[in-house]
């Protein structure tokens, strides 16, 4: 029988049995609202065709309805006290594979191996929620599409359009791929403990028609000038490319007027193909 992990009571009492408290330092809120559990699911859009990978099961509960989709299902945790828990919320899903690593450094391409367009669904710990989603898009795995429960601020940098003040690297990054949207808002209600921000569920997935953006030639480059166009807020963006890049001023400020880019914008003027066709110019200048 599967434990109703979403039941306030039943979460207070497994966390008793076993003698453990909720680590504020590792982003320990669980899910415990049913409603909000099913949309982030149905975001997902699963069939037993999907790998689906997981960052920090918990106690299970996503875990729990995810393998009751998905073909496979692996979960990346950090905290080895919840192991005993898990091995009774898990106990009826054979099909998911537990990895007890930091998600901050597990290898996404080695993990997910032959398998095509993969999903990640996930109830992010929220002291790591940016370096997670920018470890996770550059890890150069073809992703179907990415389902994230996020502070409501990070999903607002996620889908920010330049010179909006919450446009950055962030954004970038989710945007050169795929397309963000908001699922749904989550109060803070829907947590056991409680955080003290709202959250957002957001999905990003590859758009499902009209003409692919034109990509970077060289990826691990073309995040490096966008690190230094985002780099130093304040300063042009020629300033901070160069104080950012192995290139000289010169050929930076070469390169930007090829791409008909004004010198002294600044990076967060920059559209995401603006970025990418600085990126391809200043490449072949290196
Ligand atoms: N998925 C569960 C749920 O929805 O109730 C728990 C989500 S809780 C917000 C975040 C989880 O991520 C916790 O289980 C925490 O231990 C785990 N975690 C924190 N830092 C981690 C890291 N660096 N790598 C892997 N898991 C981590």
């Given at each position: 029988m599967?434990?109703?992990?979403?039941?306030?009571?039943?979460?207070?009492?497994?966390?008793?049995?076993?003698?453990l408290r909720p680590s504020k330092g590792l982003g320990q809120n669980f899910l415990i609202n049913e409603h909000y559990l099913a949309q982030i699911v149905a975001a997902a859009e699963l069939s037993p065709a999907d790998l689906v990978i997981e960052i920090g099961p918990g106690l299970g509960t996503l875990t729990q309805a995810l393998a009751s989709q998905a073909g496979r299902v692996i979960s990346i945790e950090k905290d080895q006290r919840l192991a005993p828990v898990l091995a009774i919320s898990l106990a009826p899903h054979k099909q998911v594979q537990l990895v007890w690593q930091d998600a901050l450094t597990v290898d996404y391409q080695q993990?997910?191996?032959?398998?095509?367009?993969p999903k990640v669904v996930a109830n992010l710990p929220y002291y790591i929620t940016t370096p997670l989603i920018l470890r996770l898009l550059q890890a150069e795995v073809p992703w179907r599409c990415l389902v994230f429960l996020v502070q409501a601020e990070v999903a607002d940098r996620m889908q920010a359009s330049p010179s909006n003040k919450d446009y950055g690297l962030l954004s970038v990054a989710c945007?050169?791929?795929?397309?963000?949207?908001?699922?749904?808002?989550?109060?803070?209600?829907?947590?056991?403990p409680a955080p003290t921000v709202a959250s957002t569920v957001v999905k990003l997935q590859a758009p499902a028609s009209g003409r692919p953006r034109e990509l970077a030639v060289e990826e691990p480059w073309f995040w490096q000038v966008v690190r230094a166009a985002f780099g130093q807020r304040r300063?042009?963006?020629?300033?901070?490319?160069?104080a950012g890049l192995p290139l000289t001023k010169e050929q930076i400020q070469l390169g930007l007027v090829a791409q008909g880019v004004e010198p002294g914008a600044r990076g967060e003027d920059l559209t995401v193909d603006e970025l990418v066709g600085v990126a391809n110019e200043l490449g072949c200048r290196r």
């Open positions: 599967q434990l109703k992990l979403t039941k306030p009571s039943v979460v207070q009492t497994l966390l008793r049995q076993h003698n993990l997910v191996g032959e398998a095509t367009q945007q050169y791929k795929h397309e963000v949207e908001i699922v749904t808002r989550v109060p803070a209600s829907a947590f056991y300063k042009t963006l020629a300033n901070s490319l160069s």
